[in-house]
C-alpha cells in the first residue's frame, strides 16, 4: 500500500494521475465491501461547529465569498480533516449554486437562510432559464476547489462532492426561501404540472454536468441531498421527485452515488431500486425499518439525531454504539441531518471516537 | 329520529339536557359504525379562508380577543358549518391556551405564529408552573364558547373540542416559538429527561382536565393534536410522546377520541393500540400504509394534501373520491393538515361537496 502511494506521488509530478487514497473505508462500504469498521463523517462537519471556520468567516463580506473562492473553500473543508479526524470531507458548497447558474441568483441572509429576489412564478420565468453544459459551466469555481482540496488532501480521506436534488432545487426556486410548507412550490407541482417537468427535467440535465465536472476535478462519491422529499406525498413524489433521481443516478457510473431524500420514508423502497450505492437515512427512520424497506443490496448512511450531540458523553457513546450495532454491515456512520452549529465540538468527536472504537 | 328530537327539544325547557344531533354521522364513523356516506370537515374550516372571518378578525385587536370572547369564538366557529356545509363543527380556540394558564403567556404575532415571552430554560421553571384542576378552571371562556356554540348549533352538527398533545406543547414552551427543528427543546429532552418527565406529566393532568371541562360544556369528540411528534426519534416518542397520549386516552371516556400525531408514521402501530377512537393520517401517509400500522379496530381521518385544493377543479375532486375510496370503511374525510389559509372558498366546497357526493 505504502509503496503504491509513493509510485503514485512518483507519477503524479509528471502527469495529473489519481492518488492512491491511504483511507479509502468510505469507497468500500459504499460498494457494500467487508471493511474493518464502519466509516465516520458528519453532514455539515464544514462549518460552524469548528472555531477556525468561525475565525475565517469572520473575517469575509459572507457566505458566499467563501463557496465561491477555491482556495477558502478548499481550506474550510479540509479543516474537519483536521480537527475530527473523520474518513470522509465533503468539499463546501452549496446545492443552491445550481438554481444561480441557471439565472436566479441567490443571496444567503445571516440569521434567515437563503432566498432568491426573483423566483419563479410563471411559465415563461422556467422557458428562461440556462440548462445543461452551458449552466454547470459557470460552476467552474467548485471543479478549482476540488482540485485544490484534492491537492492538499494528498489522499488522507476520499473527497465527496454533492449537489441538490431537481425537486428540492425547484421547491426553492418558486417558494424564494426556506419554508415549513413550501406550498407555493406544492402548488405549482399541482397546478402547472407540465411547465413542473419542464423545470425539473432542466435541472437535472444541469446536475448531471455539473456532478460530471466535480467528478472530473476530483470528487470520489458524489451525494444527491433531496431535503425536502419529505414534504410531498408519497403519489407526487412518484411523479415529480424519483424519475430525476433516477435519470441522475444512471448518468453518474464513475464513482459511487449517494440519495439522501429526508423525510421520505414512504419512498424507501423506490429509492432502494435506485441506480446508486448508498441511501442516506434520516433519525426517523430505526435501521431495521431502513434495512426491510430498501432492500439488502445498498450500503445505508445516518442516522444519528443531530440533538444526540448536546447529550453527556455517555448517552452519545451508548447512543452511537447502538446504531452502529442496529445497522450492522454495508454501513457509513453519519448523523441523520446536519451537525446543529452550536453543537459543543467535544462532543462532535465524541461521536467520531464512538464510531471508530466500535467493537474494539 | 325526527321525533327524538322534538321530545328532546321539550325536554330542554325544563332542564339542560343534551339536544339529540339532527347529524351524528361523525360520532358514528368515529365509533365504527356503518354510515351512510363518510362525515366531512377540515381542519381550521374556522379561520382564513371565511371572508366572514377576516371581516370580523378585521374589527378586532388580535387574535387572541377572538379566542377569549366566548360570544366571538361560538360566532367564528359557527360560519363554515352555515357556509361550508361540512359535518362537525370544531371550537374555535388555540392549543397554547393551556400552556398559559399553567403560567407561560403567549403573544400572536401576525404573519409570525406564537410567542412565548418566557420560556422553560431550568428545572426550577418547570417546578414553578400550575398544572391540573387549579390551571384548567382558567379555561372557563373555553367552556362558555363550547355552550354557547352548543346551544346556537342546535343539535345541527356535532361539536369537537381539541388540546394539544402534551409533547407538542413542551416543544413550544422550550422553544418559546415555532421552529425546524426545536432542536432545544429536543436538546431538554437529552439533558433533563427527568425534568421533562415532571413537565410532561404536569401537562397531561391539565390537558385532562382541560378536555374534561370541554366536554361537560358540550363537546362531543376531542381531537388530540401532536402537531410536533414528527421530529422525534420513535426511540424518543416511545419514552416522551406515547405514554402521555396513553394517559389522556385512558381518562377520556365520555366521548369519541381523536389522535393526530403528524409525521409519527413510525409510530402508527403504537398508536393504533392507543384507547382512542380515531387516528389522523397526514399526507405523507398512503391509506393503505395507515390501515396497515393502524390496524382495523379504529375510524382513520385525513388525509387529502391542503396544497390539493390549490387544484383544478376536476383535479380535487377526482383525488377526493380517490381518497374516499382508498380510506373505505371506517374513515372520516379530512385533510392532512389544517387548510391553508389562502386557499380559494371555492375550491374548499368543491371538496366538501366531492365527498358528499361520492358514491352518488
Redesign the interface.
Known sequence: MMNDIMENEQLSTEEVQPLALKNDLLLRAARGEQVERPPVWLMRQAGRILPQYRELRGKLSGFKELVETPELACEVTIQPVDELGVDAAIIFSDILVVPEVMGLRYEMIPGKGPMFPMTIQLEEDVDKLIAGEKAALQLDYVYKAIQLTKAELNGRVPLIGFCGAPWTLMAYMIEGS?S??F?KA??F???KPISSHVLLQKITDTTVDYLKGQIKAGADLVQVFDSWA?IL????YKVFGLPYLKQICESITEVPVTVFAK?A??ALDELGKLDCNVIGID????AQ?AREMVGTTKALQGNL????L???ED?ICSATHKMVRDFGDKYIANL?HGV?PDTPLDNVKIFVDAVKSFGA
Open positions: 426556506g415549513k410548507t406550498s406544492r402548488r407541482l399541482y397546478k419529505g406525498s408519497p403519489e407526487q423525510n420514508w414512504f433519525w426517523n427512520t430505526t425499518n439525531d443531530p440533538c444526540l448536546y447529550a453527556p448517552v441523520g446543529y
